[in-house]
């Protein structure tokens, strides 16, 4: 069955999400704190970042991570020259 369907769904020359995510880190200046919301867009950034060596000297931080109470001063670790206003954000709806 997969041999079948392989001509269709071959994605292997499918570039965008890496050229998408090339393309935010070209609009960062040198030494930019990152601030993302999400997965897909942390996930990409951070793929092209720690498995391809690309833009070391941005530091990424995901906005919604931030209310888990693990991931500051784990950020902390790994960024230290970020200073994060609390240990953990407790994020809550408006009108």
Same mark, same amino acid.
């Given at each position: 069955?997969?041999?079948?369907?392989? *001509?269709?769904?071959?994605?292997?020359?499918?570039?965008?999400? %890496? %050229?998408?995510?090339?393309?935010?880190? %070209?609009?960062?200046?040198?030494?930019?704190?990152?601030?993302?919301?999400?997965?897909?867009?942390?996930?990409? @950034? *951070?793929? @092209?970042? #720690?498995?391809?060596?690309?833009?070391?000297?941005?530091? @990424?931080?995901?906005?919604?991570?931030?209310?888990?109470?693990?991931? #500051?001063?784990?950020?902390? *670790?790994?960024?230290?020259? #970020? @200073?994060?206003?609390?240990?953990?954000?407790?994020?809550?709806?408006?009108?």
């Amino acid at each position: 069955q997969a041999g079948l369907s392989y *001509r269709v769904s071959d994605q292997s020359g499918n570039w965008f999400f %890496e %050229e998408y995510a090339k393309s935010a880190f %070209e609009a960062f200046p040198q030494g930019a704190i990152a601030l993302t919301k999400g997965d897909n867009s942390i996930n990409l @950034l *951070r793929y @092209l970042q #720690v498995c391809n060596g690309h833009r070391p000297d941005v530091a @990424l931080v995901d906005q919604s991570m931030q209310s888990f109470s693990w991931y #500051v001063p784990m950020q902390q *670790r790994y960024l230290p020259s #970020v @200073l994060f206003p609390a240990r953990q954000l407790w994020l809550t709806k408006t009108h």
